[in-house]
């Protein structure tokens, strides 16, 4: 059990095929893992349109399949610190084949479930695993990539998010209407979770034999990772199932899962992170809070697109699939778009390129709520959502890069780990608090009105890295607290 990461894999992996080789791997395994995690969102949309399956007459429909969302979020948030720290000891290869390969079962297990509550337990189940993603993907990317393209990287590579949400926006109606006619209309729901979960698995196991990690290093770390997360999945369960017990509204069981992973998280900080610069550096910690509104804004549009699109132009949800598809595809030109203009402008000036591109996303996404308020043409709805994509996905780069550039030298694993931890507070309530608003106002306005709001704060919070004193110097030393 004393396994440790293998000295000098980085200068194996640049032999074997250069950072260009990997960069490709890694933004395939973005895109499988986001399809896996944005199918719910068409398929809570499809149970809802044709009143089938787990929200079959159920009183606030766009609130259940909200808590649907934000339970694999939670799950997804809670793994990301513990797994930058196995990535660190063991290596972050290793824990990318374990997101892989957990992910791809869990995903084809939640196509084979029958009730609601264990639905939900597989999603934050499948959240648990993807949660062990993000923190070594971006670790690797800034360990094997020159520092000239550093940011360039991470957002290529950050592309496969888009194209897997893309994918999912698109095809899911699509399968859905493939399944009712082979399996009927109350099972159709699962094919999607069944056939994209394959891919997932065999990119897993080739990276695996690619990376040539031993399988007792596997073993170790995902050991370790199963520990941390069968105690995380059976605490939000136990709090979740004792909110639905309660009669609690979904607002409220989303608040009581929230607080609960709070307390995880300072579990977390206590066993692993109470010596970690990562978690003690005052300018990491508002790059970490800022980072909420992001991650609210990618799920509340990476959840609710296809509905917002579908009730705004009266289209059906195969008609509105390609104009909501438009944001993930305006992503795919966003990320790198962003990771250009990181790198042009320099590590100095990147927290006012955020504040800039940031405000912008803000504009853009009031936009979006009067052309929803007014039911405007679905060409000027789609429009507006691929220009307010592309300023989203930018600022998005920029703002991990501007992390990367804080990180404590040999923490980038923990730190990564712990902007998505706390960011992804953000994709815990984004699908529950909207669909809530949602169903109180009869329409999508207030929602979005209310994501227009925390990037302007989001904004606010980065300025003030770029307007101290310190901010304007190359390598400032760590300020803690």
């Given at each position: 059990m004393g396994v440790r990461k293998q000295s000098g894999s980085e200068e194996a992996v640049r032999e074997k095929g250069g950072y260009h080789s990997l960069w490709f791997l890694l933004f395939l395994s973005w895109t499988l893992l986001y399809i896996d995690r944005s199918i719910t969102g068409p398929v809570v949309a499809?149970?809802?349109?044709?009143?089938?399956?787990?929200?079959?007459?159920?009183?606030?429909p766009f609130a259940l399949g909200g808590i649907i969302g934000s339970m694999f979020f939670a799950g997804y948030m809670l793994t990301q610190f513990p797994a930058g720290y196995l990535g660190d000891r063991f290596g972050h290869r290793a824990m990318i084949v374990l997101s892989l390969l957990w992910s791809g079962v869990a995903t084809m297990m939640s196509g084979?479930?029958?009730n609601l509550s264990s639905f939900v337990a597989l999603r934050v189940l499948t959240g648990l695993g993807e949660g062990a993603y993000y923190s070594?993907?971006?670790?690797?990317?800034?360990?094997?990539?020159p520092e000239s393209k550093r940011s360039l990287g991470l957002g290529l590579v950050f592309t496969g998010l888009a194209l897997g949400m893309t994918l999912a926006f698109v095809l899911t109606p699509f399968i859905l209407e493939a399944g009712e006619a082979w399996l009927g209309q109350e099972a159709a729901w699962s094919l999607p979770f069944l056939i994209f979960s394959i891919p997932t698995l065999l990119l897993g196991l080739a990276l695996w034999r690619r990376f040539g990690i031993p399988r007792e290093m596997l073993t170790s770390a995902g050991l370790r990772l199963a520990l941390w997360s069968l105690g995380f999945l059976a605490a939000l369960m136990c709090v979740y199932l004792s909110a639905v017990y309660l009669g609690l509204g979904q607002l409220f069981q989303a608040s009581a899962v929230l607080f609960a992973s709070i307390l995880l998280i300072a579990i977390i900080y206590r066993r692993l992170g109470a010596t970690s610069l990562a978690l003690r550096d005052r300018r990491l910690i508002i790059m970490y809070v800022s980072a909420i509104p992001l991650l609210y804004t990618l799920w509340f549009f990476g959840f609710w697109a296809l509905m917002v699109v579908s009730e705004a132009s009266d289209l059906g949800i195969s008609g509105a699939a390609v104009y909501a598809g438009?944001?993930?595809?305006?992503?795919?030109?966003?990320?790198?778009?962003?990771?250009?203009?990181?790198?042009?402008?320099?590590?100095?000036?990147?927290?006012?390129?955020?504040?800039?591109?940031?405000?912008?996303?803000?504009?853009?996404?009031?936009?979006?709520?009067?052309?929803?308020?007014?039911?405007?043409?679905?060409?000027?709805?789609?429009?507006?959502?691929?220009?307010?994509?592309?300023?989203?996905?930018?600022?998005?780069?920029?703002?991990?890069t501007i992390t990367g550039d804080l990180s404590p030298p040999?923490?980038?694993?923990?730190?990564?780990?712990?902007?998505?931890l706390v960011a992804e507070v953000g994709a815990v309530l984004a699908p529950v608090l909207s669909g809530v608003l949602r169903d109180m106002t009869g329409d999508w306005t207030m929602a979005i009105l209310l994501d227009a709001l925390l990037l302007v704060v989001s904004a606010a919070m980065v300025s003030f890295l770029w307007l101290s004193k310190t901010a304007k110097h190359s390598a400032p030393p760590p300020t803690t607290i």
């Amino acid at each position: 059990m004393g396994v440790r990461k293998q000295s000098g894999s980085e200068e194996a992996v640049r032999e074997k095929g250069g950072y260009h080789s990997l960069w490709f791997l890694l933004f395939l395994s973005w895109t499988l893992l986001y399809i896996d995690r944005s199918i719910t969102g068409p398929v809570v949309a499809w149970m809802i349109d044709n009143d089938v399956g787990f929200l079959a007459d159920a009183p606030l429909p766009f609130a259940l399949g909200g808590i649907i969302g934000s339970m694999f979020f939670a799950g997804y948030m809670l793994t990301q610190f513990p797994a930058g720290y196995l990535g660190d000891r063991f290596g972050h290869r290793a824990m990318i084949v374990l997101s892989l390969l957990w992910s791809g079962v869990a995903t084809m297990m939640s196509g084979l479930t029958k009730n609601l509550s264990s639905f939900v337990a597989l999603r934050v189940l499948t959240g648990l695993g993807e949660g062990a993603y993000y923190s070594n993907d971006r670790a690797v990317v800034c360990e094997v990539t020159p520092e000239s393209k550093r940011s360039l990287g991470l957002g290529l590579v950050f592309t496969g998010l888009a194209l897997g949400m893309t994918l999912a926006f698109v095809l899911t109606p699509f399968i859905l209407e493939a399944g009712e006619a082979w399996l009927g209309q109350e099972a159709a729901w699962s094919l999607p979770f069944l056939i994209f979960s394959i891919p997932t698995l065999l990119l897993g196991l080739a990276l695996w034999r690619r990376f040539g990690i031993p399988r007792e290093m596997l073993t170790s770390a995902g050991l370790r990772l199963a520990l941390w997360s069968l105690g995380f999945l059976a605490a939000l369960m136990c709090v979740y199932l004792s909110a639905v017990y309660l009669g609690l509204g979904q607002l409220f069981q989303a608040s009581a899962v929230l607080f609960a992973s709070i307390l995880l998280i300072a579990i977390i900080y206590r066993r692993l992170g109470a010596t970690s610069l990562a978690l003690r550096d005052r300018r990491l910690i508002i790059m970490y809070v800022s980072a909420i509104p992001l991650l609210y804004t990618l799920w509340f549009f990476g959840f609710w697109a296809l509905m917002v699109v579908s009730e705004a132009s009266d289209l059906g949800i195969s008609g509105a699939a390609v104009y909501a598809g438009l944001f993930g595809l305006a992503n795919g030109l966003g990320y790198p778009l962003g990771g250009r203009l990181g790198d042009l402008v320099g590590r100095n000036h990147r927290p006012r390129l955020y504040v800039v591109l940031c405000t912008g996303v803000a504009a853009s996404v009031m936009v979006i709520a009067l052309l929803v308020d007014s039911k405007a043409d679905p060409l000027l709805l789609g429009g507006a959502l691929f220009i307010m994509g592309v300023f989203f996905a930018s600022s998005q780069t920029v703002h991990m890069t501007i992390t990367g550039d804080l990180s404590p030298p040999g923490q980038r694993g923990q730190t990564f780990g712990m902007w998505n931890l706390v960011a992804e507070v953000g994709a815990v309530l984004a699908p529950v608090l909207s669909g809530v608003l949602r169903d109180m106002t009869g329409d999508w306005t207030m929602a979005i009105l209310l994501d227009a709001l925390l990037l302007v704060v989001s904004a606010a919070m980065v300025s003030f890295l770029w307007l101290s004193k310190t901010a304007k110097h190359s390598a400032p030393p760590p300020t803690t607290i």
